[in-house]
Each structure stands twice: as C-alpha cells, then as structure tokens.
Antibody, heavy 120, light 111 residues
Framework: QLRLQQSGPGLVKPSETLSLTCTVS??????????WGWIRQPPGKGLEWIGS???????YYNPSLKSRVTMSVDTSKNQFSLKLSSVAAADTAVYYC????????????WGQGILVTVSS | QSALTQPASVSGSPGQSITISCTGS?????????VSWYQQHPGKAPKLMIY???KRPSGVSKRFSGSKSGNTASLAISGLQADDEADYYC???????????FGTGTKVTVL
C-alpha cells in the first residue's frame, strides 16, 4: 500500500514559484503501474487536475496551466515534484499529490494535502 | 478542457436512493470507460468509490454503483446513510494533452 507524504511551504508570494514535493513510501516511483500526479482544490471549490508524469518522462499537463507547470520525478530520492511559476491569488488552494493508475486512471492513493496561500 | 457537469446538490432521506449525473463529451466520458467517482468529507482527501465506470474497490459498500450511457456517467447510492453526506466528484480520463478531468462536484445531503 503506497504512502504519499507531501512537503513544501504554505505561503508563497505573488509572482514567485510554488514548489511542492511528494515522497513515496511502501513503493517505488519507478513503478510501471502508476503515474505521479498533482491535483488542487481552491477553498470551497472543486478538484482540478494539474498534471501527471511517469518516471519514464511521459507527461500530461492541464492545458490551462501548462505554460506555468513543471513536474519531475527523482528516482534516487523516491520523490516527485511540482513547480508552478508566476503564482497569483487564484492559485491559492489545497494541493494534493496522487498516484493515478496507468491502466485505469483511478487514484487510490493520495497525499495529505497542503494548503498553499498566495499572498504578500 | 472543461470540467464535467454535475448537479450542485442532491438530497435524500435515510434509506432512500439517489443518483448523481456527470455529463462530459465525446472527448472524455463518451470516449473512454475510465470514469471514476470520489467521495470527499470536509477537510479530508478524496476517497475512490468507483473506477472504470462500474467497478468497486475493495472495502467500498455495494450500496454504491456506477453506470454510463453516451457522454453521461452516473453514481447511484442506495440505502442512504448519514455518513454518505459528503461531496462527490466524477473524473474521466481525457487522453490527449490532459490526463484527467474532474466534475464540478455534488454535495449530497442526508435529510
């Protein structure tokens, strides 16, 4: 059973870059069974898929965020990361890391979620 | 890429059955049998309830069932219980440049 543990700052200034990391335990980021994804939820609103990346480098990004998103996988640390540049107040949200299944796209395992507030 | 459309709220009395719809397009729901449903209680991460349209993960009650017709998927909850009160989101694989797209979310209230 995978465990995903998120880390990163809870406060980011406008125009700066949001950086979050998700550490995988009881499993490997080099698994062929999963993509590694990020999903966010603005306060009081719905879920939004940010993007997903496979350890081989195959990736998908939400078209509305693609120009500002960078995702990566670090197999040596068993981690994957999200960077979102030029943030604004509208990027304030709870950010979840997740493990979409390669074959079914379902997400069984989720990180605990981190509220990231964009404010000066 | 637009969010899938769900009703904002659905309610029912304990023991009753309810259905939540999820309408997408021929680019997502209609093109793939990869629709999943998630339950989210306040302050918690979402929990997978249904995957591949109508399959239940181990541990999920048989009271939850899924179906799909054309561009619309549905989640049915029978024998409504107090703990079913939560937000529910559908999600479809969307292929192309995006991996997945979520629905707008439905708040289920147990009267």
């Amino acid at each position: 059973q995978l465990r995903l543990q998120q880390s990163g700052p809870g406060l980011v200034k406008p125009s700066e870059t949001l950086s979050l990391t998700c550490t995988v335990s009881s499993g490997s980021v080099s698994s062929n069974s999963y993509y590694w994804g990020w999903i966010r939820q603005p306060p009081g609103k719905g879920l939004e898929w940010i993007g997903s990346i496979h350890y081989t480098g195959s990736s998908y990004y939400n078209p509305s965020l693609k120009s500002r998103v960078t995702m990566s996988v670090d197999t040596s640390k068993n981690q994957f990361s999200l960077k979102l540049s030029s943030v604004a107040a509208a990027d304030t949200a709870v950010y979840y890391c997740a493990s979409p299944d390669v074959d079914t796209a379902m997400v069984v395992y989720w990180g605990q979620g981190i509220l990231v507030t964009v404010s000066s | 890429q637009s969010a899938l459309t769900q009703p904002a709220s659905v309610s029912g009395s304990p023991g009753q059955s309810i259905t939540i719809s999820c309408t997408g397009s021929s680019s997502d729901v209609g093109n793939y049998n990869l629709v999943s449903w998630y339950q989210q209680h306040p302050g918690k991460a979402p929990k997978l309830m249904i995957y591949e349209v109508n399959k239940r993960p181990s541990g999920v009650s048989k009271r939850f069932s899924g179906s799909k017709s054309g561009n619309t998927a549905s989640l049915a909850i029978s024998g409504l219980q107090a703990d079913d009160e939560a937000d529910y989101y559908c999600c479809s694989y969307a292929g192309g440049s995006s991996f997945g797209v979520f629905g707008t979310g439905t708040k289920v209230t147990v009267l």
